[in-house]
Nanobody
Framework: QVTVVESGGGLVQSGGSLRLSCAASEDALAIASMQWHRQAPGKQREFVAGVADGTIKYADSVQGRFTVSFERAGRVSNLQMNNLQPADTAVYYC???????WGQGTQVTVSS
């Protein structure tokens, strides 16, 4: 069973940066298939960035500020988040799309 684990969340001031990482277990396929989603309090979970339909895509709200990258044959995904805003405050989840595996989530809090 494929599992994924996120790391790197925390508290940052508006305009700051954070880098999240997601590591998939060794039985994941050696392809870049991970996505990042987030869920703010009282809101539905939403797609942020990652591989969708074979290409890397970004939500409009993070385009130009967030960058997703892959290492270790796609089993590690990093999400570099720059110019963070209070609206980016949420629990960020990693999702491995081939096996449908969700991570436990990591909290990102941006103070104004």
């Amino acid at each position: 069973q494929v599992t994924v684990v996120e790391s790197g969340g925390g508290l940052v001031q508006s305009g700051g940066s954070l880098r999240l990482s997601c590591a998939a277990s060794e039985d994941a396929l050696a392809i870049a298939s991970m996505q990042w989603h987030r869920q703010a309090p009282g809101k539905q979970r939403e797609f942020v960035a990652g591989v969708a339909d074979g290409t890397i895509k970004y939500a409009d709200s993070v385009q130009g500020r967030f960058t997703v990258s892959f290492e270790r044959a796609g089993r590690v995904s990093n999400l570099q988040m720059n110019n963070l805003q209070p609206a980016d405050t949420a629990v960020y989840y990693c999702y491995e799309s081939v096996f449908g595996a969700w991570g436990q989530g990591t909290q990102v809090t941006v103070s104004s």
